[in-house]
């Protein structure tokens, strides 16, 4: 400031506000008096740091209005800054159509410095942008991007102006280039999520779900985390509809649950609160920060009203899983689905995605191959929601799992509630019906399918499944024997269905009804028409090549059936299919004493399909065949010789049937010669020499495999000579010189069993590990899998227990193990308390003769722990009758015996029959195999206390 | 002439007003104690006082009366945390232990940042596989001095880790289900990581595979959590029998997530 002034200005000067509204206020009368420039940009100078622009503003019009009128400025007068100042302050003041007057003027007059230029191009968009001139203001935003200070965020106002003039590619093409260029802060967060609304906007999926992972690596920088969430919700909820699960996925993992998104969202509130106090307390402003505290406010307040509305939402959480649970799903997730439902039905009771939840609980453990709690699941849900309109949905997907997994048992429960209580969902009850009389079907209850297939026609007449009924009602007629039924059956279909899609089945199987029949010359004449009738690459051809063999057998042309049997050979035949024609026609050359036929077949077949199963049939008939006719050694060297070829190979699980075929032969004792005593038979040592003889090669004497083989068999030959100190010393020589990896399913099976029985539980673990993890599909997998679940239950994990056994059947087919997986299943329920469900396969194990010894010991006596548990008069009874039927009947099981006294002593107690009670376990001390049985010292004690009880017995008497 | 310095003003708003934060104590009186000033000594801070005339006094200010600590945060912490990521627990052991020795006295003063060198060292210490003594130690420290609920839940889930290390697997799962009860997010997913590995020792595989995957299932912005989750749930796939399954998880690992360490062992079990 150098301008003189009087001290009467001077004094008025202190007070700037009264004196320059009186000058400005003067009229033309006092015209003449013209505050020197210098003055009133001083003054204009205190307004601004008194924070008063539209004062500044008025005083600095007043400078461009005189040097518009030609008045010279003082020198130093920078009048392009003036005007760019007044802008400014005009834009502070609010008074927005003036501040863009002034600028436009100074543009229009091309000012030499580019950074004015540049800050008075911001303003002017700003300007515009804030009187809703968006159009206008989209081209001023995009020449003031050639400043390389302000372009970021001239990109920026630019893509929000043309968003709001409705020019959304505009939009998009600047918001894209500005996230391209621009540093990551948290404008740029900002801008990304304007972007990812206009891309959802526009249907852009694919570039909204790239920007939402770009915004997911940099979660910090996003100030609105609500918004974020809602983005997310809406692009899951496009890309569920538009059939992309994992997109979908993506976008619903970024959003926070309800407590974490109002806690960060709080913080971020008081961030950005502190933000705008910060640069409200530090700085004058120029027009961009100012637009900044407009935006951090207006952030600020969407945030909030965003966490109140959140807030309000009591199924926020619900809502969101149940939509993850779904994306999960879709995307074959069955396993997460299966947590996220279990979550939703646990925690949010209210929900109304519960109900849903559940149908999608139950297709989340069928999807995962979970049958049992795909089974409680649905019970669970019909008894959560009894009138569910899911309900019947729910059902056909547990019958479809079940049927999926082979439980033809529990597809029928669920299919015979769904058929009952859903009669009204006739989109549903169609398929069930059919289900239902494929399930009869599998179960082999014919005469419920021929009702089941009735029911489906009679209930849709028209429906899509009619063929289909009318052909396996007539199958299961067929199927329970009745030939002649079957056969006129099949004809009815045939008559209705002459181009159906069973035909060629259905003339198959009328040729086979003759056949049963015994109308073999029938049987051939339908064989033969139909070989004539269909291609020579039909499916089928070899299983009516079969079944001509059996007619010309019926007929006794054994060189035809012979020729008619090789013909199938030839085609393809299912495995049951291959070993009955092998069997046929090994049967015929036997009978036929063309015992070089048989075994040129069966080393053919050996030759041929090494990896086949049935080489083991090859090298049994092989050897049977060449021993009956005296050539014990030969078949021996046969055998061994097939399984050399394969002894180092761990994979082929089948050697080790062929290893017990080749320690049978060599432990049996040598047949006497007739009139010549019997030989000796050879010792131990000898027949392990000749193990290694036949085993150990050259070549393979160095596989651990081989070795381990090699032991294994004498292991089997040591067992079958009785001796089990030799047998168990062989195994432990296994267990420890081996790694479970070195070795075939089949030892492992047999290494974990030992082990097992031993006690030593992580040994075994580890060797049935190996079965079911690397040996999945072998042969000998139910080893593994049952020999995890007795560990299982031993560690009294029941549910885990149960699904091992399940496994043993449903995925190893249980070809060893059927008898302890089915007993192990029946012990994992009795653990879990499903006392019904043990009781009935209790009753199968006790009941099948074929499994007749400590099983059925066991099952008896776990029969009468269920009934003992039930409790009731009459159940102890049959609880007693359990327990008595065990030490009378199976009195060699004493392990089973001791138990077995002492309950049944306990039962006639609880029933009051203490003097019964008494003899029961007086019996159980007379008997001396019991004596160290640690029950037996428990029933003295008992005893003791219970003729505590009895009256006084004479001498002599019961005792 | 005014001009220029009108303009000042605005580059001065447009630079913003940067001023580094001070290092000081806030005593319960208002007295603030600049941290160069003071040095520490037993259990008090201890400012040398000159003498007029020459000579000196010492003025003590007991620590009970310090109630907050105005303190930028250490840069040790950042590169602590940094060395962590990058696998150089034992460089991170070094570069935190300091701090959490020069905030000792402040556990639980506003401002200290003696919870976040804690929590950093525990962690650096499980990653050296120091002794289970002194992780135990440096974890239940912070357990009783601490107040941060994540820093808590860390320490707890050391002490499970602890104990799953030396075989104490009934004790570790019963932490874990303390821990996934109530702890803050990260806390629960890593704890659930934790649960699995034990089930897949146990080979109880539905078990596994089922805490393996809560990690993806319900903790999904946790990204960093994610290959250990894939990589766990395939090795507890493969165990339970379901081979596609298990592929899948595998290849979820190298794909999603390949420059993890996890990648590189998922390439080397599935054999693709």
């Known amino acids: 400031m150098t301008a003189p002034r009087n001290s009467d200005q001077s004094s008025s000067l202190r007070k700037p506000g009264i004196v320059l509204a009186m000058l400005l206020a003067s009229g033309p009368a006092m015209a003449q008096v013209s505050i020197p420039i210098p003055n009133i940009l001083a003054e204009a100078e205190t307004f601004i740091k008194n924070r008063q622009p539209a004062d500044a503003a008025a005083l600095l019009d007043r400078v461009i209005a005189r040097a518009d009128e030609g008045e010279a400025m003082p020198d130093g007068v920078d009048m392009d800054r003036i005007r760019l100042t007044a802008a400014n302050n005009h834009f502070r003041a609010q008074n927005l159509p003036r501040a863009a007057e002034v600028l436009n003027g100074l543009l229009a007059k091309n000012p030499t410095s580019t950074a004015l230029v540049a800050e008075a191009r911001m303003l002017l968009g700003l300007s515009l942008a804030l009187q ?13 991007e050639q ?38 802060d948290r404008d740029w967060a900002d801008a990304a999520l304007s972007l990812i609304n206009l891309q959802l906007k526009t249907g852009d999926l694919p570039s909204a779900r790239r920007g939402l992972s770009l915004l997911r690596g940099n979660i910090p920088l996003v100030d609105n985390l609500a918004g974020l969430n809602v983005l997310s919700l809406q692009l899951g909820d496009e890309l569920t509809k538009a059939n992309d699960p994992a997109g979908a996925l993506t976008a619903y993992r970024t959003v926070l649950f309800k407590k974490d998104i109002i806690d960060q969202q709080l913080r971020r509130n008081a961030r950005m609160e502190a933000d705008i106090k910060r640069i409200q307390d530090f700085t004058v402003g120029d027009a961009t920060q100012m637009d900044s505290v407009r935006r951090i406010n207006a952030r600020l307040e969407q945030a909030k009203a965003a966490v109140e509305e959140i807030k309000k939402l009591e199924n926020y959480d619900a809502t969101l899983l149940f939509r993850l649970g779904n994306a999960f799903q879709l995307r074959g997730g069955a396993w997460e689905a299966a947590l996220i439902f279990e979550e939703i039905i646990q925690k949010y009771p209210e929900a109304p995605e519960r109900e849903q939840a559940y149908l999608g609980l139950v297709r989340a453990y069928s999807e995962s191959g979970r049958l049992e709690k795909t089974r409680l699941a649905a019970e669970r849900f019909q008894r959560a929601y009894p009138n569910s309109q899911f309900g019947a949905q729910a059902l056909y997907l547990a019958a479809a799992a079940a049927g999926q997994r082979g439980d033809t048992s529990a597809q029928l429960e669920f299919l015979s509630i769904a058929t009952e209580k859903y009669r009204d969902n006739r989109e549903l009850l169609e398929p069930m019906l059919m289900m239902k009389a494929n399930a009869l079907f599998s179960l082999g209850r014919y005469p419920e399918v021929t009702t089941a297939a009735q029911e489906y026609l009679a209930s849709f007449p028209q429906g899509k499944f009619i063929e289909e009924a009318a052909y396996i009602s007539a199958m299961a007629v067929l199927a329970e024997g009745e030939a002649s039924a079957a056969a006129h059956a099949i004809n009815t ?122 080489v083991i049939n090859a090298a049994y008939w092989i050897g049977r065949i060449r021993s009956r006719e005296g050539r014990t050694d030969e078949a021996l060297s046969r055998v061994a010789d097939i399984t050399a070829r394969y002894v180092t190979d761990a994979q082929r699980d089948s050697v080790e049937r062929l290893l017990i075929e080749v320690s049978s032969m060599l432990a049996k004792p040598p047949r006497a010669k007739r009139g010549e005593p019997r030989p000796e038979p050879p010792t131990l040592d000898q027949l392990f020499a000749r193990v290694d003889q036949l085993l150990l090669t050259r070549d393979n004497r160095d596989s651990a495999t081989a070795r381990a083989r090699a032991l294994f068999v004498k292991s089997e030959i040591a067992g079958l000579r009785k001796e089990p100190r030799v047998q168990a010393e062989y195994l432990d020589r296994i267990a420890s010189t081996n790694s479970p990896d070195t070795l075939p399913p089949g030892i492992l099976g047999k290494l974990g069993d030992h082990l097992l029985a031993k006690g030593e539980l992580d040994l075994a673990r580890s060797f049935y590990t190996e079965i079911v993890s690397a040996h999945p599909k072998s042969i000998f997998a139910d080893y593994g899998y049952v020999g995890l679940g007795e560990i299982a239950l031993r560690e009294g994990n029941g549910n885990e227990a149960l699904r091992l056994f399940n496994n043993a059947i449903d995925l190893a087919g249980a070809r060893f193990k059927l008898m302890e997986a089915t007993i192990g299943q029946a012990k994992a329920l009795l653990q879990l308390g499903r006392l019904d469900a043990a009781q009935n396969l209790f009753e199968q194990v006790a009941g099948n003769r074929s499994w007749r010894g400590p099983a059925t010991a066991e099952s008896l006596y776990s029969l009468g722990e269920i009934q003992l548990k039930r409790g009731t008069p009459d159940d102890i009874a049959k609880a007693q009758a359990h327990f008595q039927r065990i030490y009378i009947s199976y009195k060699r099981y004493t392990d089973w015996v001791a138990k077995a006294y002492l309950r049944s002593a306990e039962a006639f107690e609880k029933l009051g029959q203490n003097q019964e009670a008494a003899n029961a376990l007086r019996e159980m001390l007379r008997d001396e195999r019991l004596t160290d049985y640690p029950e037996t010292a428990t029933a003295k004690n008992k005893l003791i206390s219970l003729e505590a009880t009895l009256p006084a017995t004479p001498a002599g008497g019961n005792s | 002439m005014h001009l220029p310095r009108t303009l000042a003003i605005v580059l001065l708003a447009l630079l913003g007003a940067a001023t580094l934060p001070a290092q000081s104590y806030v005593l319960n009186n208002g007295t603030v104690l600049k941290a160069a000033d003071v040095k520490l000594s037993g259990n008090a801070l201890v400012q040398e006082i000159a003498l007029p005339g020459g000579g000196s006094a010492e003025r003590r200010y007991l620590l009970n009366t310090v109630t907050r600590l105005d303190w930028p945060e250490p840069e040790a912490i950042p590169q602590a945390a940094n060395q962590l990521a990058a696998g150089q627990a034992k460089e991170a052991l070094d570069t935190i232990t300091p701090v959490y020795r020069q905030f000792g006295p402040f556990t639980k003063t506003p401002g200290s940042w003696w919870t976040q060198a804690a929590a950093l060292r525990l962690q650096a210490l499980i990653a050296t596989k120091a002794s289970g003594a002194e992780i135990t130690s440096a974890a239940r420290e912070i357990m009783t001095s601490a107040t941060d609920p994540e820093a808590v839940g860390t320490a707890k889930l050391a002490l499970a880790q602890v104990d799953a290390r030396e075989g104490r697997d009934s004790l570790a799962t019963a932490m874990i289900d303390e821990i996934v009860s109530d702890a803050p997010a990260g806390v629960r997913a890593r704890a659930w990581l934790l649960r699995g590995d034990l089930a897949l020792k146990k080979q109880a595989f539905e078990d596994a595979i089922e805490s393996y995957l809560r990690v993806p299932a319900f903790f999904g912005t946790l990204d960093e959590l994610m290959p250990a989750a894939l990589l766990g749930s395939a090795r507890a796939y493969k165990g339970y029998g379901d081979a596609s399954r298990a592929e899948r998880a595998y290849l979820d690992v190298m794909d999603t997530y390949p420059d993890s360490a996890e990648a590189a062992v998922a390439k080397k079990e599935s054999g693709f």
Request: charged share 25%; net charge negative.
């Open chain 1, 132 to 144: 809703n001139k968006f159009a206008e203001a989209i081209p001023v935003f995009a020449a003031a």
């Open chain 1, 493 to 614: 279909y045939i008559e209705s269905y002459p181009q159906g899609k069973f035909i060629e089945d259905a003339r198959y199987r009328l040729a086979a009804t003759e056949y049963a029949k015994q109308n073999y010359k029938a049987a051939l004449e339908g064989t033969q028409s139909w070989l004539a009738d269909y291609p020579t690459e039909h499916p089928q051809r070899g299983e009516v090549y079969s079944l001509q063999g059996d007619a010309y057998a019926g007929l006794n042309e054994s060189d035809k059936a012979i020729e008619s049997y090789r013909n199938a050979l030839l085609l393809p035949l299912s495995d049951e299919q291959l070993g009955y024609v092998l069997d046929e026609l090994t049967r015929l050359y036997q009978a036929k004493r063309d015992f070089d036929s048989a075994v040129d077949m069966w080393e053919q077949f050996a030759n041929e399909r090494p990896d086949h199963p049935y």
């Open chain 1, 147 to 184: 400043s390389p200070t302000y372009r970021d965020k001239a990109m920026l106002y630019g893509a929000m102006s043309a968003q709001q003039a409705g020019k959304v590619e505009e939009a998009i093409a600047a918001y894209g280039r500005l996230l391209a260029t621009s540093p990551r």
